[in-house]
């Protein structure tokens, strides 16, 4: 076993100890599956990289991956150039070698793999991804054309709008942390609130262990919303139940309305519109959807809009319970082929809705690609989401008509 070997696996335990010591057993696991993975690519693909001039670049990253997992035990917001010089490059190194594992295992096979170096140029473009963002426009008809069994949807074509639609921003996943900094989510909401929709709904997921510090961070970020107070709802997501109070604390600061469980009739400038918050479950999904359900039957006459963080409960979601449900969690897929015209994405592998517009039935769904991300540490062939969603009711007359 090589020296370079050695240290790194005393390292890989090193991350573990102090995950375990600082954060528990459940955030210790999570490192030594994350950290064991870069681990074993980056010993396998070691002798490929020794022999030559990259191999004091290849070291230095490779500490500083080591650094950043070391860090991430302890919750905390880093300043801009802590993120450029370690959470950044070890994000963009890691991603680039865990990619890079078939090439590893061909080397320790003594072969001479192709193109070692295309991880790395295919982690360059995740990096890109995960730092840009650009506008969209999504037409989605609520009408009665009905799908058998749940499938991909079209958005409603141009020549095919009619009267002025409901006009939705849905922020997803912003996961506040490396990628998504305070001023970048409040830049985000800025550009929402200019541009003046009907509704703001926020499907979750709302930090990460960076940024489960304080409530201040959430609380700053989300700020320019509350401008649109009684126009702005929230769900909860799984990384939510890690720290409800923080999130509830940050969401009611700026009179952004948390829906657990609930159902209110929202007041907006297209008409009454009924919104629906389900919280996110792990276990019993479908008898709690039914429950909450029952305890909020739809009111007649009006567009039902729910949220619903997991894209995969929606199955559990009574035919005719809601015309569109938002939800999120999947972060489009973070790893698929959208970028180059495709529609595949990872969550795929096990039957989930990965991104955008569903069917059941007369009801729609509809996955956003997330306003930032978390896990696997870049997006890859799935760009972030910031979108006005154009909401074409072609049911009952709208309880209230713009004048």
């Known amino acids: 076993m090589s020296a370079f070997t050695l240290v790194s696996v005393g390292a890989w335990l090193l991350v573990i100890a102090n995950a375990a010591v600082l954060r528990g057993r459940l955030f210790a696991t999570f490192g030594a599956i994350i950290a064991g993975m870069y681990t074993l690519a980056a010993t396998s693909l070691a002798p490929l990289v020794q022999p030559t001039p990259l191999w004091p670049i290849y070291v230095g990253l490779h500490a500083v991956v080591y650094a950043h997992l070391m860090f991430l035990a302890r919750p905390r917001m880093r300043p801009l150039l802590y993120r450029a010089l370690i959470s950044i490059p070890a994000s963009f190194f890691l991603a680039g070698t865990v990619l890079s594992l078939p090439w590893g295992i061909a080397v320790r096979l003594g072969l001479s793999p192709w193109v070692p170096w295309l991880p790395y140029a295919l982690a360059v473009i995740g990096l890109w991804q995960s730092l840009t963002i650009k506008l969209e426009d999504v037409h ?3 009408d009665d054309v009905a799908v058998a069994g749940l499938l991909r949807h079209r958005p409603l074509a141009t020549k095919d709008r009619g009267e002025r639609p409901l006009r939705i921003v849905q922020i997803s996943d912003p996961h ?3 990628f998504m900094s305070v001023e970048r989510l409040r830049k985000l909401c800025e550009r929402a609130v200019q541009l003046n929709p009907d509704l703001v709904l926020l499907t979750g997921d709302f930090l990460t262990m ?6 201040g961070h959430l609380t700053e970020a989300l700020r320019p919303l509350a401008a649109l107070a009684g126009r702005t709802f929230a769900c909860r ?3 939510d139940l890690e720290v409800p109070s923080l999130v509830a604390a940050g969401l009611a600061a700026n ?19 009924e919104v629906l918050g389900l919280d996110f479950v792990r276990r019993n999904r479908s008898e709690h959807i039914q429950r909450v359900m029952a305890r909020y039957p739809r009111q007649p006459g009006y567009l039902r809009v729910a949220m619903l963080h997991d894209p995969g409960a929606f199955r559990h979601v009574p035919e005719g319970a809601a015309d569109l449900v938002l939800s999120g969690h999947t972060h489009g897929g973070q790893l ?4 180059v015209g495709g529609t595949w994405t ?3 592998i096990i039957d989930m809705p ?4 569903w069917a059941r039935g007369k009801d729609r769904l509809y996955v956003h690609r997330g306003t930032g991300h978390y896990g696997f540490p870049l997006r890859l062939g799935v760009p972030a989401e910031e979108s006005v969603i154009h909401v074409h009711w072609r049911g009952a007359a709208r309880p209230v008509q713009e004048s």
């Open 255 to 273: 009179d952004i309305r948390l829906l657990i469980d609930e159902a209110v009739v929202a007041e907006t400038p297209w008409g009454e519109v």
């Open 237 to 239: 997501g799984n990384h």
């Open 354 to 357: 990965d991104h955008g517009l």
């Open 346 to 348: 990872v969550p795929r």
């Open 336 to 339: 698929g082929f959208l970028s």
């Open 210 to 215: 960076e940024s489960q510090e304080h409530e």
């Open 140 to 142: 989605i008809a609520i």
């Open 176 to 178: 506040l942390g490396p």
